[in-house]
């Protein structure tokens, strides 16, 4: 949670009226980013509002198996990867092997793009092709081509902050609204990388003020959200 406290994130959901929130790690030298996820496990454990997501280095050693113990024993309920900040392609056939074990275990890939050449869109085609049956989760609506990207394959998602570098909340709406037409409300979720980016208050903007069915953004807003996180009531 990038060194903001358990309750600095409860007052941001309280004021932006969110329910549920899923929360990573703060960000660790890869051989420490094991132990943050169980850190975070225990920060997190007297509270229903947060859903858990491993953030791991797939070049750890016995990194998969830290996965299975966090999702069976933990309870997390997704992977993240973050190539940018931790130095890899996504493409190198090293990630793959805990790609496959995200899917034996059924939850869903978060992996960030945008923000430099390790975090282009193309470099996902060999963890979609390898894995069709992968559910990831495009983080952040950067790069220009993540919208048709999403659109071609059937289980690629697309998380909607940093519409825009420059937190300009048009030009977020405008593009929110081009992602919808093309891929469907269907395949968007909201995020906000609190405390990163613009805050979870202008990111919700964006959904609400878009020109889009009440619908699409019920969607976008929770419903779809609740379904890769199998949490639906």
């Known amino acids: 949670m990038h060194a903001k406290t358990v309750n600095d994130l409860l007052a941001e959901m309280k004021k932006s009226n969110v329910d549920k929130c899923?929360?990573?790690?703060n960000y660790r030298l890869p051989h420490r980013l094991i132990q943050a996820n169980f850190d975070l496990s225990n920060d997190i454990k007297p509270y229903s509002q947060f859903v858990a997501f491993a953030w791991l280095d797939p070049r750890i050693s016995n990194v998969s198996e830290a996965l299975e113990i966090l999702v069976t024993q933990h309870h997390f309920r997704g992977l993240k990867l973050h190539p940018v900040l931790?130095?890899?392609?996504p493409s190198n056939r090293v990630v793959l092997p805990l790609i496959e074990k995200a899917v034996e275990?059924?939850?869903p890939i978060y992996i960030h793009t945008g923000f430099g050449n390790l975090g282009k869109i193309e470099y996902l085609s060999n963890i979609v092709d390898t894995f069709p049956q992968a559910?990831?989760?495009v983080g952040h609506m950067i790069e220009d081509d993540c919208i048709d990207f999403v659109n071609e394959h059937e289980n690629v998602s697309l998380e909607t902050s940093y519409t825009s570098y420059n937190k300009n909340?048009?030009?977020?709406r405008k593009k929110l609204e081009k992602a919808v037409k093309i891929a469907g409300s269907h395949k968007i979720v909201l995020g906000s990388d609190w405390p990163m980016g613009a805050g979870?208050?202008?990111?919700?903007?964006?959904?609400t003020h878009a020109d889009i069915s009440e619908e699409?953004?019920?969607k976008i807003l929770g419903e779809n959200a609740l379904k890769i996180l199998n949490l639906e009531k």
């Open 200 to 207: 979870m208050e202008q990111e919700i903007s964006k959904i």
């Open 105 to 107: 275990l059924s939850i």
């Open 216 to 218: 699409d953004k019920q």
């Open 86 to 89: 931790n130095g890899y392609y």
């Open 135 to 137: 559910r990831i989760i």
């Open 22 to 25: 899923v929360v990573t790690p």
């Open 169 to 172: 909340l048009e030009i977020g």
